[in-house]
């Protein structure tokens, strides 16, 4: 059955990458959390395993042996760049957009094609690729470089936006930050210029199976990374804002900085910033106030957003701690003040006091 196939080291390193995508996408499908953004993932993660698939089977010589496959609706390299964004937005809002699924249709519209000509008689089928084969991959690999980069320019703007609005809502912002998947954004960029050589190159001068394994492995590459990190961050539980409240009409003029810094005083008596899960509307709900004037306070009056406010006030607890002698390990001070991870406490507490917590503790220790 096998005779005459080749199953050299090009297919095996293809394979593996495949196999892996395979067993993280089925495992994002039953995820409960973030289902919508895992299950894109998981859409993406089979695309990705499909545009794999003609060079895994084809450096075996699957091609030769099997004409038929000519074709064979793997590779649908349009539906990549939406899925991205698709991910991208229901990570962060919890949903696709509306009519989210028309982004998908030059996807639809290329399975389609290469179903319906993968199902020709044969003869005519080989007639068929000798006619359209050039144009298409030049029309295919043109509307997959755009839309790399257009849905990965969108994609890094949505991120940037979301991460704004976080920080002006939550104080852990930093667990949601999804800085790996601006990573992954920017690598659809960075594959770019990667796919445009290898499509000029092959349109100039046809390189074949064994000349394209580059661009493969890339595609492989940024794959396996968008798995994993997908993945790792499959339950972490994104908040989806909510829009702050609007301002009253004509508000009369307030002394914005006073009133933050009173409300600052009640939130450190009450210690209520040592909550980590602390958000805006949580804040103003003890405050007696409202998410619009609360956010105002802290902006207008310190021109602080709410997560530098609060990433403060933990920093200032912590230094507290070290000035009265305490010998805690930083982490667990860090931990008690309502700091969700270490980077997020060294990154405030520099910004607050200019030095790092080791720092600032030896300091403290010689003037004793």
């Not at 804040?283 to 207008?300: D, F, I, K, M, P």
């Amino acid at each position: 059955m096998f005779e005459g196939l080749t199953f050299g080291w090009r297919t095996a390193v293809l394979t593996v990458a495949a196999v892996q995508l395979l067993a993280i996408a089925i495992g994002l499908t039953r995820v409960l959390a973030n289902r919508v953004a895992n299950r894109t993932l998981a859409m993406l993660l089979i695309v990705l395993v499909g545009i794999l698939s003609p060079w895994l089977i084809g450096f075996a010589g699957f091609y030769d042996r099997w004409r038929w496959l000519t074709f064979a609706p793997f590779q649908i390299t349009l539906a990549v760049a939406p899925l991205i964004w698709l991910y991208a937005h229901a990570l962060v809002t919890g949903s696709w957009p509306a009519r989210g699924w028309r982004h998908l249709l030059p996807a639809v519209a290329q399975a389609t094609f290469l179903s319906a000509s993968f199902l020709l008689p044969m003869s005519l089928k080989m007639r068929w690729s000798d006619l359209v084969h050039h144009a298409y991959s030049v029309a295919t690999d043109l509307a997959t470089l755009a839309g790399l980069a257009c849905y990965g320019i969108a994609g890094l703007r949505l991120l940037r936006r979301y991460r704004a609005r976080l920080a002006g809502q939550r104080s852990d912002d930093q667990r949601f930050a999804a800085r790996w998947l601006s990573r992954a954004m920017a690598a659809t960029l960075l594959l770019l210029p990667i796919w445009a050589a290898y499509a000029l190159w092959d349109a100039v001068a046809p390189i074949g199976y064994v000349g394209l394994m580059g661009l493969y492995v890339a595609i492989a590459a940024f794959a396996l990374y968008l798995g994993i990190e997908g993945w790792r961050h499959a339950t972490l539980p994104f908040p989806h804002l909510d829009p702050v409240d609007l301002p009253d009409p004509a508000p009369p003029p307030r002394d914005w900085r006073g009133q933050a810094e009173r409300w600052a005083a009640k939130v450190a008596a009450e210690r209520w910033h040592c909550d980590p899960d602390l958000s805006l509307a949580a804040l103003a709900q003890r405050l007696g106030t409202n998410t619009n004037h609360l956010s105002r306070a802290v902006n207008e009056g310190l021109g602080l957003n709410f997560s530098s406010f609060i990433g403060r006030m933990r920093a200032e607890t912590v230094a507290a701690a070290l000035r009265e002698g305490n010998r805690a390990d930083l982490l667990d001070l860090a931990l008690e003040a309502g700091f969700s991870s270490k980077a997020s406490f060294n990154r405030a507490f520099l910004a607050t006091y200019g030095q790092t917590p080791s720092a600032y503790r030896r300091h403290v220790a010689k003037q004793e």
